[in-house]
């Protein structure tokens, strides 16, 4: 007679807290065609929230030619080397994508926010997937001459109503004066299903036409971006993703020598904060301006005095972002070899070196008047599985269009094939 014995059932909060989050997202992708209750489980918001608890640090950094507008290509970096003033990130080439063709507007919950050929695109690095939105037509707006017209785009999520939306603002200007002649605000809500842009409720009487700068920031289901009214006003913007509420914020009147590229809009403690870099290199002062209240336009203000060790570190560098630490991201104006970013720890003062490896030597010996674009950002829970059929499964009608067009021409090419032929007999 034999004696079996039957292995107890592992828990399953074991599984998932001990097990499945430690696994790559890929390697997950492949389990949820094992059944339907584990498609289930990874697909649950409890999941993808105990998922990205898991740190997986990795840097991107995109590279652009600005003269062309077609050379491009988004670096994947893993950390190497950790000492106590110096890091080292290598790029991965296995993971270099080529589809990336514009500049990196958000991070936001581990998906990568940015503008490829004039369309927004939302790309999960952790994955692979990416989709392209619709673009925002705007033929109503008429250009005078002199005039130029913007299209930005901004990307925010609400974790209350579990919401992703999209923003886009399309201004019309006069290149020389920089006064602002008009602009409109439309949103699209990022669902399963169809999804098109739609104009903005109403917005207060006091809002103002405006031109916003690159970039935007998330928070607490408001989404916040920095706007100029005219050469030498600006405003911050917030549009609460609920209630489509915007609202503009008046900035404190600066140095009238600062111009709209010394200020940088990031998120600091949790907060929409502006900063001012005009003093950076000259005197290593960095101005914080924090925004204490919308209604009110109630700001805050406090200086950061690096130490003299830190000057020469900063003397050709801006700020670009910030980590999910706190630490802020500053990048040199110009790209040489051997390069390398900053980090700089607001509360500590202290400021670490991140040299950059394996960047494709192409880069560094392009032709003669060629300007390299770089744009970093560091995803500390990149790994994101929220919802990873939410990219794939977005039915665009103008996707669709797309589609039945393109189909159209093929038949309408082989009908003309087809035509030649027959003559020729």
Not at 244 to 250: L, Q, S, T, V, Y
């Amino acid at each position: 007679m034999s004696l079996c014995t039957v292995t107890p059932e592992l828990p399953m909060h074991l599984v998932t807290d001990e097990i499945l989050t430690r696994l790559p997202s890929k390697s997950l992708m492949g389990f949820m065609c094992v059944s339907k209750p584990w498609l289930s489980l990874i697909r649950s918001r409890y999941f993808c929230n105990r998922f990205l608890t898991v740190p997986s640090p990795r840097l991107y950094m995109c590279l652009r030619d600005q003269t062309t507008y077609d050379d491009y290509v988004l670096l994947t970096l893993a950390p190497q080397d950790t000492g106590p003033a110096t890091s080292t990130f290598v790029v991965d080439h296995s993971q270099n994508d080529t589809q990336m063709g514009g500049y990196i507007l958000q991070n936001l919950g581990g998906f990568m926010f940015y503008v490829y050929w004039k369309k927004p695109r939302i790309h999960n690095p952790a994955t692979g997937q990416f989709i392209t939105l619709p673009f925002s037509k705007s033929k109503h707006m008429v250009v005078p001459p002199g005039g130029e017209k913007n299209v930005a785009y901004f990307f925010g999520y609400d974790p209350i109503s579990n919401k992703y939306k999209v923003i886009s603002l399309v201004s019309v200007f006069l290149e020389e004066t920089r006064v602002v002649i008009s602009s409109e605000n439309r949103v699209l809500v990022l669902k399963h299903g169809r999804g098109s842009w739609r104009k903005a409720a109403l917005t207060p009487t006091d809002f103002c036409p405006h031109v916003p700068s690159k970039g935007g920031i998330s928070i607490d289901g408001v989404i916040y971006y920095l706007a100029w009214l005219d050469l030498y006003r600006l405003v911050v913007v917030s549009f609460d993703i609920r209630s489509e509420e915007f609202n503009m914020i008046h900035v404190p009147k600066l140095d009238e020598s600062i111009l709209k590229d010394d200020l940088t809009l990031l998120e600091c403690g949790g907060k929409a904060t502006l900063f001012d870099q005009i003093n950076l290199r000259d005197k290593g002062v960095l101005a914080l301006w924090t925004v204490e209240d919308v209604g009110s336009e109630k700001w805050s203000c406090k200086s950061l005095v690096l130490k003299p060790s830190q000057l020469p570190l900063v003397n050709s560098f801006k700020v670009q972002g910030t980590t999910q630490n706190g630490n802020v991201l500053l990048i040199p104006e110009d790209f040489i070899s051997p390069f390398h970013i900053l980090s700089y720890d607001l509360r500590s003062n202290d400021m670490r070196k991140i040299e950059i490896e394996g960047i494709p030597d192409r880069w560094f010996n392009m032709d003669e008047g060629a300007e390299v674009r770089v744009d970093v950002m560091f995803m500390d829970q990149s790994e994101s599985l929220i919802y990873s059929d939410f990219l794939s499964s977005l039915d665009w009608e103008e996707e669709r269009k797309i589609a039945r067009s393109k189909k159209r021409a093929t038949k309408s090419k082989k009908i003309k094939k087809n035509k030649k032929e027959s003559e020729k007999k």
